[in-house]
T-cell receptor, first 114, second 112 residues
């Protein structure tokens, strides 16, 4: 099936541990994005990437890191430097940064730091 | 002022009611506009794009008012299955490409 796959869906970690969230797409989209959603807040952009081996910081990049070694994959690492990591993380894609249409979302990963 | 503002609700309405949400945006250079629907603990899904001339999709009507910088969503004959959070999304062209800004969402609860 065509789409975006995020894993894991639920993740529990102890404070101080790094965690990596996976995002894989087979839509052949160039642009990929990571958003964070907290209760009562809109989605906030963490990082985005337009092409392989290139990515840009979004509005709340501190405490996060990404890589884009393949077009299909855009993993997000939540490092121990992120002060409030518990959140719902959403990966999204679009055909390109210049595309003015909608984003396509994965099902999300819910991270809880204990 | 927030870039995109929505009334968070919740809006509790009886089944069959007509309900309308507004969303205001601050960037006058915004180019495209969307309504997304998000069910509890799920990802957002595109409900409809919003065009300058207004557009309708079944029971849903979206309108854009560029002069006053707001978009609206009207839902007629509400169904229980319409219960969800509705996100207003605005796309503006920046130096780094298009930037989507999400509102916090308006929660709708349709009741018997």
């Amino acid at each position: 099936d065509g789409g975006i796959t995020q894993s894991p869906k639920y993740l529990f970690r102890k404070e101080g541990q790094n965690v990596t969230l996976s995002c894989e797409q087979n839509l052949n989209h160039d642009a990929m994005y990571w958003y964070r959603q907290d209760p009562g807040q809109g989605l906030r952009l963490i990082y985005y990437s337009q092409i392989v081996n290139d990515f840009q910081k979004g509005d709340i990049a501190e405490g996060y890191s990404v890589s884009r070694e393949k077009k299909e994959s855009f993993p997000l690492t939540v490092t121990s430097a992120q002060k409030n990591p518990t959140a719902f993380y959403l990966c999204a894609t679009s055909p390109g940064l210049a595309y003015t249409g909608e984003l396509f979302f994965g099902e999300g990963s819910r991270l809880t730091v204990l | 002022r927030k870039e995109v503002e929505q009334d968070p609700g919740p809006f509790n309405v009886p089944e069959g009611a007509t309900v309308a949400f507004n969303c205001t945006y601050s960037n006058s250079a915004s180019q495209s506009f969307f309504w997304y629907r998000q069910d509890c603990r799920k990802e957002p899904k595109l409900l409809m794009s919003v065009y300058s001339s207004g557009n309708e999709d079944g029971r849903f009507t979206a309108q854009l008012n560029r002069a006053s910088q707001y978009i609206s969503l009207l839902i007629r004959d509400s169904k229980l299955s319409d219960s969800a959070t509705y996100l207003c999304v605005v796309n503006a062209l920046t130096g780094g490409g298009n930037k989507l800004t999400f509102g916090t969402g308006t929660q709708l609860k349709v009741e018997l």
